[in-house]
T-cell receptor, first 116, second 111 residues
Framework: GAGVSQSPRYKVAKRGQDVALRCDPISGHVSLFWYQQALGQGPEFLTYFQNEAQLDKSGLPSDRFFAERPEGSVSTLKIQRTQQEDSAVYLC??????????????FGPGTRLTVL | KQEVTQIPAALSVPEGENLVLNCSFTDSAIYNLQWFRQDPGKGLTSLLLIQSSQREQTSGRLNASLDKSSGRSTLYIAASQPGDSATYLCAVRAAGNKLTFGGGTRVLVKP
């Protein structure tokens, strides 16, 4: 595909359920990022991968959040025992160059998670 | 900790008027700054990327300036159109690879 894709686009979960959100980055992009966007706010960084290595997970709000990218391509963000405050849009982005000047990040359409 | 602020939070203009969107950041040690557009219920579309060594970037009716020393960037959109209605976000990349975003400016261009 030409861009970053995410699935599902919408997810409704009951409080306490586990959810898994998928991101397919642009082919060949080394870096992959997850962001969380609450309603009416700008996105906030969650975690970052370079190939399969998770280099920064400082933005994950709790140990209920877990992300992986086992083969350096597709990534999954898992949220265990969801809470209402987890309701947000989860955005995935990828970029081609890790270091150097050109580090433009390309974003997917997001997954809107609603926890009831 | 880097903080990014966008003022105003919302802006309404008549069609044809030029738009001026402001972004400020607290730590001037950035690698680049990116402007995005977000339509309701959609992801982010990258508009312009300005490297820290650059002063401005232009694409069509869009022009973005960067003054790193004062921690400011401005996005100008000339001759606004109703299709320009969206939320505009700025984000800076500093140490590490993550982007730090502002809260966005919600723009409405009235026909």
């Amino acid at each position: 595909g030409a861009g970053v894709s995410q699935s599902p686009r919408y997810k409704v979960a009951k409080r306490g359920q586990d959810v898994a959100l998928r991101c397919d980055p642009i082919s060949g992009h080394v870096s992959l990022f997850w962001y969380q966007q609450a309603l009416g706010q700008g996105p906030e960084f969650l975690t970052y991968f370079q190939n399969e290595a998770q280099l920064d997970k400082s933005g994950l709000p709790s140990d209920r959040f877990f992300a992986e990218r086992p083969e350096g391509s597709v990534s999954t963000l898992k949220i265990q025992r969801t809470q209402q405050e987890d309701s947000a849009v989860y955005l995935c982005a990828s970029s081609l160059v890790v270091r150097g000047e050109y580090n433009e990040q390309f974003f997917g359409p997001g997954t809107r998670l609603t926890v009831l | 900790k880097q903080e990014v602020t966008q003022i105003p939070a919302a802006l309404s203009v008549p069609e044809g008027e030029n738009l001026v969107l402001n972004c400020s950041f607290t730590d001037s040690a950035i690698y680049n700054l990116q402007w995005f557009r977000q339509d309701p219920g959609k992801g982010l579309t990258s508009l312009l990327l300005i490297q820290s060594s650059q002063r401005e970037q232009t694409s069509g009716r869009l022009n973005a300036s960067l003054d790193k020393s004062s921690g400011r960037s401005t996005l100008y959109i000339a001759a606004s159109q109703p299709g320009d209605s969206a939320t505009y976000l700025c984000a800076v990349r500093a140490a590490g690879n993550k982007l730090t975003f502002g809260g966005g400016t919600r723009v409405l261009v009235k026909p």
